[in-house]
C-alpha cells in the first residue's frame, strides 16, 4: 500500500479555548520498503512534488536500491552492533567495569539465544532468556532485571541511531524484586554504627585499609551517602572546609549520575575530617581510601571490612554482659534473622534512613540521597524499625479518647 497523505491533529484556540481538527502544511508518504516494513516519511508541501517523490521511494525498493540506513544496517551482523554500542558506552566515560558487564550481558543473552541478527531479538526471545536465567541458573528477580535493562539499553540506543525501526523489546517489563529479594539490606542504628567506627579504629588493617582511615571511610559513607567507586576517588582536595557551608565533592567522571556532586558535611563530621587529615598529612592529589580498581588498580572488599569490624564490635558488646538476650539479638549482626544484610553499602541505606528520621521534607530527603524517583529513596533506602511503627501506633488517640476540637454538628 502506497498513498501521499496530510497529517491531522488537533488543535485548541488560545482565546476561546474550542478545539478543531486541522491538517498538516506538508504532505506524507506511506509505502513498504525492502525489509517489510511500513514506512510514513514527509516529502514536501507541493501535493505533485510529494507525488513524485513517493514514487522514486517506490521505484528505489522495486530496483533493490533504497539506501535507507535502517535497511543497510540490517544487513550487519548482530556484534557489528554491539562493537558500536561498546564504543558508545567507552566514549561517554563509563568505567571499564560497567562497559564489560553491560556488554558480557548483551553477549550472554546473544549466545544462550543463538542470536544473529537484529530482527532476532523480540519479546519472546528476551521471557525465554529470562526463564533460562531463573530455572537453570538460579539468578534472582533483580538480576534478571539488570538483563532485561541491558538489552533495553541497547536497544534504544539502535532506535537512537536508525538502526531499527521500533523499539522490539519495548512491552517486556521488569520484575517486581519484592517478591524475591536475595540480598536486602538494613540500616545501622546509631549505637550499631558508633560501635562500628570504634572497632575500626582500633582494629587491624583489613583489605590493605588501616583501622583509623577504615573508620573514617565508615564515617563518610553514613554522612554523605557516597558509594564505595565515588569515596575511592576522594583526594584532600575533594574537600571544602573553610567554607560557610563545608562539603566533600566528587567528580563527574567518579559520580554515579556522571555529573559533579557535592554534599554538605555535618560539623562534627567536619571536626573529624580535620584530625584525621592533619594526623595523615596526605599529598593534595594522593587517593584517600585505595578501594576502586579505577583510581588505585585494585578492587577492595568492603563487605569483608564490614563483616570483620561487625564482628568485633558484636563480641565486645556480648562480652559486656551475660543477658542470654544478647546472643539473641541481631545487634550489630552481619547478616540479620531476616536476612538483611550490614555490608557497606547498607551505610548508604544508613545515611538516608536518618534524613528520613530526621523528619526533613521528601523532597529533600531525595535531593540528599541523588535519587530522580522519590520511591527509591522512601520505600528502599528508608527503612522504619519495629520500635518506631510501634511508637508511631501509640501514639494514636486511644479507644476512649475524645478530640478537644470536635465541632458541634449544626
Not at 247 to 266: C, N, P, W
Not at 331 to 350: E, G, M, P
Amino acid at each position: 500500500m502506497s498513498n501521499i497523505f496530510k497529517k491531522e491533529f488537533i488543535k485548541t484556540d488560545p482565546e476561546t479555548g474550542e478545539k478543531k481538527i486541522v491538517e498538516s502544511k506538508k504532505w506524507y508518504g506511506r509505502y513498504v520498503d525492502s525489509l517489510g516494513i511500513d514506512r510514513r516519511v514527509a516529502l514536501s508541501g507541493d501535493k505533485k512534488i510529494a507525488q513524485r517523490k513517493l514514487d522514486e521511494l517506490i521505484l528505489a525498493v522495486e530496483q533493490g536500491r533504497d539506501n535507507d540506513p535502517i535497511v543497510e544496517a540490517s544487513k550487519r551482523s548482530i556484534q557489528d552492533h554491539l562493537d558500536d554500542f561498546k564504543k558508545s558506552l567507552v566514549a561517554k566515560d563509563n568505567t571499564t567495569r560497567y562497559v564489560e558487564q553491560t556488554i558480557n550481558r548483551i553477549e550472554f543473552y546473544f549466545e544462550t539465544m543463538n542470536i544473529r541478527t537484529i530482527g532476532g531479538i523480540i519479546p519472546e526471545s528476551v521471557e525465554s532468556f529470562v526463564a533460562t536465567l531463573r530455572s537453570e541458573y538460579k539468578y534472582s528477580l533483580q538480576t534478571c532485571n539488570h538483563y532485561v535493562r541491558v538489552l533495553k539499553t541497547f536497544c534504544g540506543w539502535m532506535l537512537k541511531n536508525n538502526r531499527i525501526a521500533r523499539h522490539p523489546i519495548l512491552t517486556v517489563s521488569r520484575f517486581n524484586v519484592e517478591t524475591d529479594k536475595r540480598h536486602a539490606r538494613r540500616a545501622l542504628d546509631s549505637e550499631e554504627f558508633q560501635r562500628l567506627v570504634e572497632a575500626a579504629e582500633n582494629g587491624k588493617s583489613i583489605q590493605g585499609m588501616n583501622g583509623i582511615d577504615r573508620a573514617m571511610f565508615y564515617i563518610l559513607a553514613a554522612w554523605t551517602g557516597f558509594r564505595k567507586g565515588e569515596l575511592g576517588s576522594v583526594t584532600a582536595r575533594s574537600f571544602q572546609l573553610d567554607t560557610t557551608y563545608p562539603s566533600l565533592t566528587i567528580a563527574a567522571s567518579y559520580s554515579k549520575r556522571r555529573r559533579e556532586d557535592v554534599q554538605y558535611l555535618h560539623p562534627d563530621v567536619v571536626e573529624k575530617v580535620r584530625a584525621w587529615l592533619k594526623a595523615k598529612n596526605p599529598d593534595a592529589n594522593e587517593i584517600l581510601f585505595q578501594v576502586s580498581a579505577r583510581t588505585c588498580g585494585l578492587e577492595r572488599t568492603t563487605a569483608k571490612m564490614m563483616k570483620s569490624d561487625l564482628k568485633i564490635a558484636r563480641d565486645k558488646w556480648l562480652a559486656e554482659s551475660p543477658e542470654e538476650s544478647r546472643e539473641q539479638s541481631d545487634f550489630l549482626k552481619y547478616v540479620d534473622a531476616k536476612r538483611r544484610y550490614a555490608d557497606f553499602h547498607t551505610l548508604r541505606h544508613t545515611f538516608i534512613t536518618n534524613l528520613c528520621r530526621s523528619n526533613i521534607p521528601p523532597k529533600t530527603a531525595q535531593t540528599l540521597a541523588r535519587h530522580s524517583d522519590i520511591n527509591l529513596t522512601m520505600k528502599v533506602y528508608s527503612h522504619v524499625s519495629p520500635e518506631e511503627q510501634a511508637a508511631a501506633i501509640n501514639a494514636m488517640p486511644g479507644l476512649n479518647t475524645t478530640p478537644n476540637n470536635r465541632k458541634e454538628i449544626q
